[in-house]
């Protein structure tokens, strides 16, 4: 519990809103000291526990001590030691050390810095991945409840950002859902892909380790899937330098900016839809949306994902950088640069995803307002379709092109010049020439005529390819979520 006067000094530093603001703690937690010094304690008795296998001489006792003391962590003194030894991972070597005094002599037996550090890079890497599949899952499965329920509802298409054919709102979303079911493919081959640096030694060749074992090969490779096993990967690099290759943090930062891209594009299109009052996202009851206008109804929380999505895009330049310039077996310039690009792509890709599935859970449709467009731009569309009527009713087809070319200019000038509705059908109306189709007039306006099979898409596209990707994060597919800030 934080000590009187505590809280108010942290507000006097600064403290990242990626974690102080929006993250979820589990998040958070995965990237916190505790969990990277609780791992790499974990990491030093995986190491004991299979030397000891392979016939060190290394005691049960000193094994059970190591054990009962993995979470037994004195940070102060920690600290105090790095402070002394400008060292961080023997700082914690003698801090574990401190209350293991049987097992001092075997800690990170023949291990490198990097056996604890990358290792533990890679665990926490995994596990940022668990944690953000299924909120991208739940987004999906949202997502996909909405394009359901809306497939057949005719909304007017944009190409250019000009009006263009029709489509439905659910076919729509089915736009954002594909670009999501993507990002869901790529974060789970990202995780799959990932493997344990595992016993390598200081420059990647085992040389420690096959001195330990007096030249036994086979040992140390043992030694190395053992370890590997233990930490719960399936596969090791079968080289490395002194760290994994800084490319896995290539791949890893890229598939995270992918989903960021995804992203900001539902979301911008959420908002030029908000702008159109055709669909918003959740408000809530109290909600202000501007301290001078009290009428309005911002998008803050698409605004907020287009706003960290762009944070998230732009992170992968640091891995890019830092493996183009890590000189033959490492260098340590990428130290820094690592702690903060990998915490912050998993923080903020954890944040958008939950922001987007509060979004797409009270996602607001007004149809009459769609209908209103429609209406203003579908009678141009029908022209094609009222010339074909035209021609069946016995008509001339270029004369009927002229016809409807005065009558929608006519038209076109109401729109724009004089700011009133579009009255193209009321000009065909009154117009004797067009006396033959007037009854199917209705008919040839219905909007659902309009929009194609993207009825038909939407259900193939959710039962085909939407619902089998979900199937493995059915269980947690959860309640709604409600944003803390």
Not at 322 to 345: G, M, P
Not at 352 to 357: A, F, G, K, P, V
């Amino acid at each position: 519990m934080a000590a009187p006067g505590d809280e108010e000094d942290a507000m006097a530093r600064y403290r990242s809103p990626l974690v102080s603001r929006y993250a979820s703690a589990e998040m958070a937690y995965n990237f916190s000291e505790r969990k990277k010094f609780g791992t790499w304690r974990r990491l030093w008795l995986y190491l004991a526990q299979a030397e000891k296998s392979l016939g060190l001489p290394i005691t049960d006792e000193q094994i059970q001590e190591m054990e009962a003391n993995l979470d037994n962590i004195d940070f102060r003194m920690a600290a105090e030691e790095e402070k002394k030894l400008r060292h961080d991972v023997m700082a914690h070597v003698h801090t574990f050390a401190h209350c293991c005094p049987k097992a001092a002599a075997i800690i990170h037996l023949g291990a490198t810095s990097c056996y604890v550090g990358d290792n533990t890079d890679l665990i926490v890497l995994r596990d940022g991945f668990n944690l953000l599949l299924p909120k991208l899952a739940r987004v999906i499965s949202r997502l996909a409840d909405f394009a359901e329920k809306y497939a057949d509802m005719p909304a007017l298409g944009f190409t250019h950002y000009q009006p263009a054919q029709l489509t439905t709102v659910g076919k729509r979303c089915c736009l954002w859902i594909q670009d999501l079911c993507m990002d869901l493919q790529n974060l789970e081959r990202a995780r799959d892909d990932l493997r344990f640096r595992g016993v390598k030694g200081t420059t990647g060749t085992q040389a420690s380790f096959l001195q330990l074992f007096e030249g036994d090969h086979n040992k140390v490779e043992e030694l190395d899937r053992l370890v590997t096993a233990k930490a719960g990967f399936k596969r090791a690099y079968m080289v490395t330098g002194q760290t994994y290759s800084r490319k896995v943090d290539i791949g890893v930062l890229s598939v995270l900016a992918s989903l960021g891209a995804s992203v900001h594009k539902i979301c911008t299109d959420i908002r030029l839809l908000a702008n159109l009052k055709e669909i918003e996202e959740p408000f809530e009851k109290d909600q202000i949306g501007s301290s001078a206008m009290p009428y309005k109804r911002n998008p803050m929380r698409s605004e907020r994902c287009c706003s960290l999505a762009r944070h998230l895009m732009t992170l992968v330049m640091d891995p890019l950088q830092t493996a183009s310039v890590q000189w033959f077996e490492r260098t340590l310039d990428d130290s820094a640069n690592r702690r903060v690009c990998l915490a912050e792509a998993f923080l903020t890709a954890d944040i958008i995803l939950s922001t987007l599935q509060n979004i797409s859970e009270g996602l607001v449709v007004y149809p009459k307002v769609i209908e209103r467009r429609i209406r203003q731009e579908l009678p141009f569309m029908a022209t094609e379709n009222i010339i074909m009527a035209m021609v069946k009713a016995g008509g001339n087809r270029q004369d009927c092109h002229e016809k409807i070319r005065v009558l929608s200019q006519q038209a076109a000038a109401v729109v724009k010049q004089e700011g009133g509705d579009n009255d193209f059908i009321a000009r065909v109306r009154a117009d004797p020439y067009f006396s033959p189709i007037h009854k199917q007039l209705e008919s040839l306006l219905d909007p659902s005529s309009f929009t194609g099979r993207a009825p038909q898409q939407v259900a193939k596209f959710l039962k085909e390819e939407v619902r089998p990707a979900l199937i493995p994060y059915q269980s947690k597919m959860g309640g709604k979520i409600e944003l803390a800030l």
